[in-house]
Each structure stands twice: as structure tokens, then as C-alpha cells.
């Protein structure tokens, strides 16, 4: 409410005092809060669980010794108090504490960069309006969504809901404060900056799709609108690229259904720190490649560097920090790295791009799980061959079905056959014998 309702003359006196420490505490918060289910080295799983009656003078021994070490085992199992509760109902409250949290922040920061909720909408009429000048159609203006039933005489929104008399005023200021809040967050305060995109970045390991997929998002948006900022290749290209290869390798259970929008982050991170390509708003279409200047080894950044809801920018310096990632895979050679980006630079359709990545990460996942022992871990676990993203194209080329022969032999056709053929040989005839 904070972020949203503030103007923007006042966001360093007012909103960064107030952000600066609930991110900071956010990123902390949110890696006790995942320890246990992540098998964090050093978190005992005796001192993460749900708090119980005979339980409390133990916590309160934690408590009295001071310094921070308490809260570790205090977020891990949410703060909650079950009291007698049975195991099972009280793992059960900690579980769903533990999510909530998790999809809470991922929502909070989708609804502050425009993802979802009125400023969204502000982006989706906007699109509407350039759909329809470029087909020259403004019945597309009057049409709600099919769920929303039929159109009307007036303007709509893309939500089906009937547009005011001032919306083109009020939707200008709404896209200047968009622009406003999303440079304030990602350049103007680097402590909300740093734990910001570090506690999302992390948040693509947590095992939650609902988050996962969300935090794709936010990434898109982080991408375009600091990509170009040297300050955060480390960070980008280490931290967040990292996080999202590792999901795509282990083929874990719980990210089955959202492999392409992890491969399409991936892909995002790699043309804007390593190739000099940008993508649309979204991580969407086709890369746009940058000139090159061969001389220096750099890019020319891109006129859209102001707007990220137009692209945003580029690295001018090319990073191997992606590279150093994929190169360390297991079964990958710096050669086949390197063809990967010749041929990203050659095939720049979103599909053929994430067909690439995929085709090379498959070949670190089949060297992973040789050596892996085969043990069922839960929504950590390996995948099925039938439900991993990985192994979808093989499936498909295995399962083809046949061509239809250019003559076609039904089965009664082929019976007549086999009966002349029995004939002619017990009945061969007579000038066979001269």
C-alpha cells in the first residue's frame, strides 16, 4: 500500500526508511523460512520444528542466550505456536505459513512493478490501443474479454470493466508512476536494490510453483530495467542464472509445468549479458540483436535503456559469467557453449532460442543423473521421464506416427495376397518343368 499510494516526490524521505529494512528482513526471513525444506547445512531439523507445549522452555532458553542466532529456527517454523496439536496438523500450519509468506512477497512486488492489479491494467489498455491502431480497428476498444461477455458502445478496459471519462488523464499519471517506482526500487536505494533482486533470485530455488512462476516474471522486469548496470552482473549473471540452470538440471518434481518459463529466463539472462540482444517486454518475441563494435569488443546499447516496458537495455561489455555457468555443467565443453551462441545469434526466434537451451542443458541432466543414486526425495526428487520438459522431444520423435504408405493395403487385401502366394507355390506351373 506504501509503495503504491506514495507519491513520487516523496520516496526517499518517506518510502526508503520504511523498504530499506523490510527487504533487508524480507531476504533473511524468507531463506530461514525455506532451510528445513531445502536441507540447509548448519539449520538442525530438530531445532525447525513446529513449536509445541514441551518445546517452549527450550526456545525460551534460545531466546534468553541473545544475539541472532534464535531467529533462525523462530522463521524456519514461522512463528507459530501449535501447542498440542498432532504432528501431522502441525507440520500442515507451519507448511501453509511458510507458502503464504512466500507468495505473499512474490504478489506484493508483482502488484509495485505493474505485473498484476490496476497498474497492470494501465499496461494492458495501453497494448489494446496499439493493437488497434495498427489493424486500424477500433472495435477493439468496445470488445471484452469472451469470459466477460458481449462488448459495448463505449470504451472498455481489458478487463471487461466500462472505462471513465478521465481514464486517458488518470492512466498517464499511473504510467509515470510506474516508471517512477520501478527506478527507485532498482536504482536510487541500493540496500532496497541489493536485497531485492537477491531475496527474488534466491526465490527461484524455493520449491513452490506458484512463487517460482511469479518470480520468473519479476525477473523479466529486473532484467529490463538494470541489465545494463555493471554493478549487477555479478549478481545477475552469477546469482539468478545460476539458480535457474540448477532448476532446469535437476528436473525436480515441483517445477514440473513451469520449465519453459525457467528456460525463457535463462535465455533472457544470456542475450542481454553475453549476446547483445534484447527481448520484448516479458522476456517475449524475438531477440533484437545490438551492433557490435568489433574493435573494442563492445555493443551498442539500445535507444530503449530509459524504458524498460519497451525492452530496456543491454550489457554493452559482454559477460562470462554465463558462460563460466554453463561451462562447469556436467558433459559441457567451452566448445559446445560457444556453438550455442553462434547459433543463438543466427536463430533469434524465441522458440529456436529455448529449443537450444534446452538441447544443452538435457545433456548436462542425462550426466546429473548417472551419477545420482536413484533415491525418491519428494517434490525435490528427479522427475519422471514422462513428466520432464527435457525429455518431451525425444518422447515426441519415439511416438511419431507413421506416414500413410503412398498405396494403401488394408488387411483384406493383404489376406487375398497371402493366399496366391500359398497357391502358387503348391501349384507351380507346367512349363516350369521343361
Known sequence: YILLSCPATLYQSHVAPIAAPFFKHMEFRLKCTWAPILKVEGVSPQSTRPLTTSDCERCVNDALNGGDAWFVPYY????????????????AVVEKARVEVSRSFADMLQSALALKGDWALVLANIAREEQAAKRNDSSILRTAPSTKGKGSKGPLNADGTKRSKLHVAIEARKLQRIHKLCHFLML??????????????ESLNYPDAYTCRRCT?????????????????LLLGSQMFTNGV?????????????????????RDVYCRLVLGQTLQYGGQGAAMQAPSDKINN??????????????GG????????????????????????????????LKRSAKDQKDLLRDLLKIAADNIKETESGQDTGILGRANESESLLNQKQANETNVVQAIPE????????????????????DPPIFSFF
Open 188 to 201: 536510487e536505494n541500493e540496500t532496497i536494490a541489493g536485497y531485492l533482486v537477491l531475496s527474488v533470485a
Open 246 to 266: 540448477k532448476a532446469i538440471v535437476y528436473e525436480q518434481k515441483w517445477m514440473v509445468g513451469i520449465e519453459w518459463d525457467m528456460i525463457n529466463l535463462i
Open 76 to 91: 524456519a517454523r514461522g512463528g507459530i505456536f501449535v501447542g498440542d496439536l498432532d504432528s501431522v496438523t502441525s507440520e
Open 314 to 345: 543491454i550489457l554493452v561489455s559482454t559477460s562470462d559469467l554465463p558462460r563460466q555457468v554453463l561451462a562447469t555443467l556436467p558433459g559441457i565443453r567451452p566448445d559446445m557453449v560457444l556453438q550455442l551462441e553462434e547459433q543463438m545469434k
Open 298 to 311: 563492445r555493443f551498442e546499447q539500445t535507444k530503449t535503456i530509459e524504458n524498460p516496458l519497451q525492452g
Open 407 to 426: 498405396k494403401l493395403v488394408t488387411h483384406k487385401m493383404a489376406m487375398k495376397q497371402q493366399a496366391k502366394d500359398a497357391a502358387a507355390q503348391e
Open 217 to 233: 516474471k519479476i525477473c523479466h522486469r529486473i532484467l529490463e530495467t538494470v541489465a545494463w548496470v555493471d554493478r549487477y552482473t
